[in-house]
T-cell receptor, first 114, second 116 residues
Framework: DQQVKQNSPSLSVQEGRISILNCDYTNSMFDYFLWYKKYPAEGPTFLISISSIKDKNEDGRFTVFLNKSAKHLSLHIVPSQPGDSAVYFCAASEKETSGSRLTFGEGTQLTVNP | SAVISQKPSRDICQRGTSLTIQCQVDSQVTMMFWYRQQPGQSLTLIATANQGSEATYESGFVIDKFPISRPNLTFSTLTVSNMSPEDSSIYLC?????????????FGQGTRLTVV
């Protein structure tokens, strides 16, 4: 039972354009959502997060949107840069859950072409 | 941010043997987490390791297969026991984000395990 799904295994965009990565979830108990970036041979690194009480959070070139009714979130990167090429994981945590017990999606490989 | 070191970074092991993965953190943390990423799949939480108590395992993971030690607040080990090719994965440890946003976590670089 995949509670967090990223249906696009890969995405390719041109440098300077917008990258949009999508994520869907099924567990209504999730109250916090995160995006992680992973380069080969490295562990995931935290990118940006959003609480379920918000519908948007922005940090520089990165914006995460949350649509609770649709159980959908997306990560927008604009403008995209070649250094953004990595695997992006969507993750979620439940209410009443302490620490960083996370449920991850399968990941989307983003390639930004110069 | 926490700095996490995992050893080994990769290994090739014979089926039926066991491998112990070490995770060292540069600061004291209450909880450490062990994840597995099978080829082409998402990261899956194996267990949560608290110092001074038994690890808490997620559904589908058992202590006999994945024994965990947590002797102090900066160190943990995960053993993959009686390995089979299906255990070939990347194993990652992580810790809470501390001063970071709720739910954020820091990850080690991972241990790439291949079982032949």
């Amino acid at each position: 039972d995949q509670q967090v799904k990223q249906n696009s295994p890969s995405l390719s965009v041109q440098e300077g354009r917008i990258s949009i990565l999508n994520c869907d979830y099924t567990n209504s108990m999730f109250d916090y959502f995160l995006w992680y970036k992973k380069y080969p041979a490295e562990g995931p690194t935290f990118l940006i997060s959003i609480s379920s009480i918000k519908d948007k959070n922005e940090d520089g070139r990165f914006t995460v949107f949350l649509n609770k009714s649709a159980k959908h979130l997306s990560l927008h990167i604009v403008p995209s840069q070649p250094g953004d090429s990595a695997v992006y994981f969507c993750a979620a945590s439940e209410k009443e859950t302490s620490g960083s017990r996370l449920t991850f999606g399968e990941g989307t490989q983003l390639t930004v072409n110069p | 941010s926490a700095v996490i070191s995992q050893k080994p970074s990769r290994d090739i092991c014979q089926r039926g043997t066991s491998l112990t993965i070490q995770c060292q953190v540069d600061s004291q943390v209450t909880m450490m987490f062990w994840y597995r990423q099978q080829p082409g799949q998402s990261l899956t939480l194996i267990a949560t390791a608290n110092q001074g108590s038994e690890a808490t395992y997620e559904s589908g993971f058992v202590i006999d297969k994945f024994p965990i030690s947590r002797p102090n607040l900066t160190f943990s080990t995960l053993t993959v026991s009686n390995m089979s090719p299906e255990d070939s994965s990347i194993y990652l440890c992580s810790v809470e984000g501390g001063q970071g946003p709720k739910g954020s976590a820091f990850f080690g670089q991972g241990t790439r395990l291949t079982v032949v």
